[in-house]
Structures are given as C-alpha cells and as structure tokens.
T-cell receptor
Framework: DVKVTQSSRYLVKRTGEKVFLECVQD?????MFWYRQDPGLGLRLIYF???????EKGDIPEGYSVSREKKERFSLILESASTNQTSMYLC???????????????FGSGTRLTVV | KQEVTQIPAALSVPEGENLVLNCSFT??????LQWFRQDPGKGLTSLLL?????REQTSGRLNASLDKSSGRSTLYIAASQPGDSATYLC??????????FGAGTTVTVRA
C-alpha cells in the first residue's frame, strides 16, 4: 500500500560528494515536493514540480537542484554535499485539480542524510 | 505571511485519557487543513483532511474540527493508547503549491 517511496532510509556521504535522493509515487499525482526537516526549524520546502520537466524553487533552494523526467519520479540532487545539509529529507506528492482541494499531501518515509 | 502555531509543544497523559491538540493559523484564506502524525525518524502519515467549507472530520477515534473564521483547528483523540505516542503536525494549504506547517505537538501516552 506504499504510495510515495523514497529509495533510501539512511545515507552517509562525504563532503563534496554529489548526492541523489530519489522519490517515486504511484498515485499519478501532478505535484511533487522536496522538504527538509530540522529540529527547531520544522519543515522547509526546497523545490517542487507541477509537471514533467517543470520545477520551481521553494524557500531554501540554495545548494540543491531537482530533476523530473517522468511524472512518477522526482529526484533531489546535492551537487556538492556539505555538512550543513545533514538533515531529514521528505518527499511528498499531491494531485492538481483546478479549483478542487479535496485531496491532501502524501509523504514518503523520509531519508536521513548525514554528511561527514 | 501565514503563521501556524501548535500549542502545547509537548503533552504527556495517562493511557485512556482523551487528547486535545490545538492548531491556530493567522490567515483564514486556506483551501484545507491537514493533520499528520510523525513517529521518530519517520515520514509523515496523513490522519485527517478538512476542507475549508467543512466544520469537522472523523476517522475512528480521531475527530478534527475547523473554525476557519477564527483560524483554529482542534484534533481530538479519544481513549488514548501508548501507540498514539508521536508528534502531531497540522498544515494549512494556502495555494496549489504552498503548505504551511506548525511545529508540532509531541504526545506521550503513559501505560
């Protein structure tokens, strides 16, 4: 019954490495999101996508990029990982139906990334 | 700018007691409000979603109310169990792509 799948639960990467976080949803949702969650700061939006190959910056896009080549898959890329990117990363998806907001967001189980 | 506040930040109750979790928001122009549960080190699980035109939603032991005009929502959990121990977050949807979260209430149910 898993609907939003994040490929890794835990990752440990070295400073300067290029890191890929993958997210796949099976609900045919148009919108996909990447958040990071840190103690005391809550959830912050990094990037979102409303269609294939479309992306928009969220509140904290610096140091990140994204890719959406297929509707079901949304990847978060850390071009050169730094220790301040150690965090819990959460992927989410939601449907887009103009004027209707009857469905909410569905989140994945999260990826705990540690950059050493 | 929308601000979402959850009070209290933490709550500890004995098993069997009813839980009351509060969420307030500053801008009433929302599409819906969603309650989530988060277990330590895990993702968010959706519990209830209330449309802006609705007053409440129920699912099993959970009941959520919404008073949009006053910017408040309350999540009630009846007859709490130790398995209800988790952090509960509320989030308001402001646009198709904007969800604003509260900081959460961490609940501990003592056996």
């Amino acid at each position: 019954d898993v609907k939003v799948t994040q490929s890794s639960r835990y990752l440990v990467k070295r400073t300067g490495e290029k890191v890929f976080l993958e997210c796949v949803q099976d609900m045919d949702h148009e919108n996909m999101f990447w958040y990071r969650q840190d103690p005391g700061l809550g959830l912050r939006l990094i990037y979102f996508s409303y269609d294939v190959k479309m992306k928009e910056k969220g509140d904290i896009p610096e140091g990140y990029s994204v890719s959406r080549e297929k509707k079901e898959r949304f990847s978060l890329i850390l071009e050169s990982a730094s220790t301040n990117q150690t965090s819990m990363y959460l992927c989410a998806s939601s449907p887009f139906k103009s004027g209707a907001h009857v469905e909410g967001y569905t989140f994945g189980s999260g990826t705990r990334l540690t950059v050493v | 700018k929308q601000e979402v506040t959850q009070i209290p930040a933490a709550l500890s109750v004995p098993e069997g007691e009813n839980l009351v979790l509060n969420c307030s928001f500053t801008d009433s122009a929302i599409y819906n409000l969603q309650w989530f549960r988060q277990d330590p080190g895990k993702g968010l699980t959706s519990l209830l979603l209330i449309q802006s035109s609705q007053r409440e939603q129920t699912s099993g032991r959970l009941n959520a109310s919404l008073d949009k005009s006053s910017g408040r929502s309350t999540l009630y959990i009846a007859a709490s169990q130790p398995g209800d121990s988790a952090t509960y977050l509320c989030a308001v949807k402001e646009s198709d792509y904007k969800l604003s979260f509260g900081a959460g209430t961490t609940v501990t149910v003592r056996a």
